[in-house]
């Protein structure tokens, strides 16, 4: 017997549409393909994942913008080689910018309006 397997389905936008483009590219995802996802939500993003992945995953999604479930879908065969799959970052990957509220991989200054942010790691 394997193990459950999870999917993550977006459902749509929790925000504004230029955001969530904005940052689905900070996690490496094109322009066209977000508008492709948006234009055809609900849409099935993965499958095949453990339930851990999957909550991350949808973490990264939620954080860009998107509206998004995770859904057992059957089992498993081997999660022993999990480099089949893209790496989605963390939230602790991420910061928000306290003078515009932009949301983007920790830096030394915003992407957006150039606001100094604080990064002691």
Known sequence: MGLKGYRIIF???NGPKDSFIEGMASLGVSQEMADYIVLKAPIILKEKMSLEYARRYADAIYYAG???RIQENGTIS?????DHSPRI???ENFIMCPECGLKQFKAAF???CGFTLTNNE
Do not use: A, M
């Not at 081997?78 to 999990?82: A, I």
């Open 78 to 82: 081997d999660l022993r080689n999990p």
């Open 66 to 68: 998107g509206i998004v």
């Open 11 to 13: 459902l749509g936008l």
């Open 110 to 112: 915003c992407k957006r």
């Open 89 to 91: 970052p963390t939230l």
